[in-house]
């Protein structure tokens, strides 16, 4: 018994309709948020940022606006690790929460 095999068709023209999203428009990146800082002294700070935006951006800003040691502290959010490489768009529920917190804490 054998099966048969789908068939489909291929539209390589230019004039095809575009079906398929660029990395920004999937992802959005650029869209603004904006985020609480509770710094290692107990202070605050807000910043205005992208959904894209990297942890290792966030801890530039830091250090190059208040002069916070970029390897001598770590975010947090919800009580676990913020790793540099990635942006906030990649922590779960970090978008979707209220205020949208992170903990920088001296390691």
Same mark, same amino acid.
């Given at each position: 018994? @054998?099966?048969?095999?789908?068939?489909?068709s291929?539209?390589?023209?230019?004039?095809?309709?575009?079906?398929?999203?660029?990395? &920004?428009?999937?992802? &959005?990146?650029?869209?603004?948020?904006?985020?609480?800082?509770?710094?290692?002294d107990?202070?605050? $700070?807000?910043?205005?940022?992208t959904?894209?935006?990297?942890?290792?951006?966030?801890?530039?800003?830091?250090?190059?606006d208040i002069?916070? @040691? #970029?390897? &001598?502290?770590?975010?947090f #959010?919800?009580?676990?690790?913020m790793?540099?490489?990635? @942006?906030?768009? &990649?922590?779960?529920?970090?978008?979707? @929460?209220?205020? $949208?917190?992170?903990?920088?804490?001296?390691?």
């Amino acid at each position: 018994m @054998s099966k048969a095999i789908p068939s489909f068709s291929l539209n390589l023209s230019a004039n095809a309709p575009k079906q398929t999203k660029t990395y &920004d428009e999937e992802s &959005d990146i650029h869209e603004p948020v904006t985020v609480k800082l509770t710094l290692p002294d107990g202070t605050s $700070k807000t910043l205005n940022v992208t959904v894209g935006t990297t942890i290792q951006i966030i801890k530039k800003m830091l250090e190059t606006d208040i002069g916070l @040691s #970029y390897k &001598d502290n770590d975010c947090f #959010y919800n009580g676990k690790i913020m790793m540099e490489p990635l @942006s906030l768009n &990649d922590f779960p529920g970090f978008l979707d @929460s209220s205020d $949208k917190h992170i903990e920088i804490k001296k390691r």
